[in-house]
């Protein structure tokens, strides 16, 4: 699957044990874990914008005071939209594995 594809499954999975929202870092993890090869986390933040303006992911910056409560910068949190999710089903149904986001996914937008 290419990176969108793959991310858009890693947050739908991550949503279903119970993470309603994920930031970058905690997405690579799961990434990794499952094979996706990185470059750097550039390519996943540029992933990720293109997917935020494609309607695909929304995205909102976290409270600072729960980072400063933590030691760390905030993190920006991305949630899979409904149009995100329709296009994941369509690109599975459409295309085989490691097949491109198909056009009709992107078009369903």
């Known amino acids: 699957m290419p990176?969108?594809?793959e991310i858009l499954?890693?947050?739908l999975q991550m949503r279903r044990s119970g993470e309603?929202?994920?930031?970058?870092?905690?997405?690579?993890?799961?990434?990794a874990g499952e094979g996706t090869?990185?470059?750097?986390?550039?390519?996943?933040?540029?992933?990720?914008?293109?997917?935020?303006q494609?309607?695909?992911l929304e995205s909102d910056w976290e409270d600072a005071a729960a980072g400063e409560a933590e030691g760390r910068p905030r993190?920006?949190?991305?949630?899979?939209t409904g149009t995100g999710q329709l296009a994941l089903a369509a690109h599975r149904a459409e295309n085989s594995r490691g097949a491109p986001l198909g056009r009709a996914a992107w078009e369903a937008l």
Do not use: M, N, P
């Not at 933040?45 to 997917?51: E, H, M, P, S, V």
């Open 37 to 52: 090869t990185l470059t750097a986390h550039g390519t996943l933040y540029k992933a990720l914008g293109r997917l935020e």
């Open 20 to 31: 309603d929202s994920f930031h970058g870092f905690a997405l690579a993890k799961v990434l």
């Open 54 to 56: 494609a309607g695909l």
């Open 3 to 5: 990176l969108e594809a």
């Open 9 to 11: 499954d890693a947050a």
């Open 75 to 80: 993190r920006r949190l991305y949630r899979v």
